[in-house]
């Protein structure tokens, strides 16, 4: 997918881990190993997308699709390319991924101190609907889930953020 931010969207493979695990590591405090995601990309009900500017990996997120529910597994931007629609490209494809495989529902967890991140994941429908205690090492998971992202409703707002983009 091309968008107007000269970034484009593709799968996410085998060959792009070593940057990953870059972007683990400036992303998050407790990143996922890299035997993670390969037996991630094994599993079947997945889907993992990069976000590429030229030939820079910018970001990545993923999905796991079970049934008519989805959870939003991992979403990550290097840290220079942040607040510049990244994390919303990546949302918007994950989305429409989840949808075209039959998701009627989202679900992520998110750590209670990140603030942009929930302001991103609200922009797209998301509601905090309780805590996960400890969930991460060092603190609590908010637990926040988008309803009917099938309706033609939450399709409007796909639209304006594919707009905004």
């Known amino acids: 997918m091309e968008t107007g931010l000269s970034f484009t969207v593709r799968p996410l493979t085998a060959d792009d ?32 997308l990069a976000v590429e500017r030229g030939k820079t990996l910018c970001g990545y997120g993923g999905v796991m699709l079970l049934g008519e529910d989805a959870h939003i597994v991992t979403l990550a931007v290097i840290p220079e390319e942040r607040q510049k629609g990244v994390g919303s490209l990546l949302m918007v494809s994950l989305i429409q991924a989840a949808k075209e495989r039959g998701a009627r529902n989202l679900t992520l967890e998110v750590r209670s101190s990140n603030q942009a991140a929930q302001r991103l994941y609200r922009k797209f429908g998301f509601e905090g609907v309780g805590l996960r205690r400890d969930y991460y090492r060092t603190e609590d998971a908010l637990v926040m889930w988008a309803i009917d992202i099938d309706s033609a409703g939450y399709e409007g707002t796909l639209d304006e953020m594919r707009t905004a983009l």
């Open 17 to 48: 881990l070593q940057t990953v695990a870059g972007v683990e590591a400036a992303s998050f405090t407790e990143p996922w190993p890299l035997e993670l995601f390969r037996k991630e990309f094994a599993e079947p009900g997945r889907v993992y």
